[in-house]
């Protein structure tokens, strides 16, 4: 499966939309690496993507296979999709529990009533 070529366009030094973050050797996969991330959960940037607009940085709580959906937390762990909780992994490999990476969704825009 191939990873999106899409770019992040908000200013911040680093992201990429296919690099997969790893907790360091010797540090349990899952909260305790959350201080070593190289973003904070729940980052939210933009894309150049005009499918998939936004990324969020998070981390896997599961398995996530490549171009597989999921929902994000509040804390910024993956979850159960569900409505205006859709993100999709793009960055072409699966992501293992502890994995920290871009997930990128759909912004939704509401008409005002």
Do not use: H
């Not at 201080?35 to 894309?47: C, E, I």
């Amino acid at each position: 499966m191939a990873a999106t070529t899409s770019q992040i366009t908000t200013p911040l030094i680093g992201p990429s939309l296919t690099q997969v973050w790893k907790p360091p050797t010797g540090v349990t996969p899952g909260a305790a690496g959350d201080k070593y991330a190289p973003f904070a959960l729940n980052t939210r940037v933009v894309t150049n993507d005009l499918t998939l607009d936004l990324a969020r940085f998070a981390r896997a709580g599961g398995t996530i296979a490549a171009d597989a959906t999921v929902g994000i937390t509040t804390g910024g762990v993956t979850t159960t999709a569900g409505a205006n909780n859709t993100y999709t992994n793009k960055t072409g490999v699966e992501l293992v529990a502890g994995d920290y990476a871009f997930l990128m969704a759909q912004t939704q825009i509401l008409p005002l009533s």
